[in-house]
């Protein structure tokens, strides 16, 4: 067998156990801060399923942008999205 087909096998199998992904909540990148309460001013969309969230932090005043997948639902829990 080789590499291809291996792969193609491994891909079509399912997993034993279910797989978890964690995301931790967007904080703010300085070191002296990490503040977890970025205020969002500004959300675009992108094109490609994913919005630019244009935040500030409300300890630091820093400005973060942040980048998230939107479902294709366009749904969601969250205002702008």
């Given at each position: 067998?080789?590499?291809t087909e291996e792969s193609a096998?491994?891909?079509?199998?399912q997993p034993d156990e279910?797989?978890?992904v964690f995301i931790e909540k967007a904080r703010c990148p300085r070191k002296t801060?990490?503040?977890g309460r970025l205020v969002i001013y500004?959300?675009?969309?992108n094109g490609d399923?994913?919005?630019?969230?244009?935040?500030?932090?409300?300890?630091?005043g820093g400005r973060?942008?942040?980048?998230?997948?939107?479902?294709?639902?366009?749904?969601g829990n969250q205002p702008g999205c």
């Amino acid at each position: 067998m080789n590499l291809t087909e291996e792969s193609a096998r491994q891909s079509d199998e399912q997993p034993d156990e279910p797989l978890y992904v964690f995301i931790e909540k967007a904080r703010c990148p300085r070191k002296t801060c990490k503040n977890g309460r970025l205020v969002i001013y500004r959300s675009v969309a992108n094109g490609d399923g994913s919005r630019t969230r244009l935040t500030r932090c409300s300890e630091c005043g820093g400005r973060v942008f942040v980048v998230v997948e939107v479902p294709e639902s366009g749904g969601g829990n969250q205002p702008g999205c």
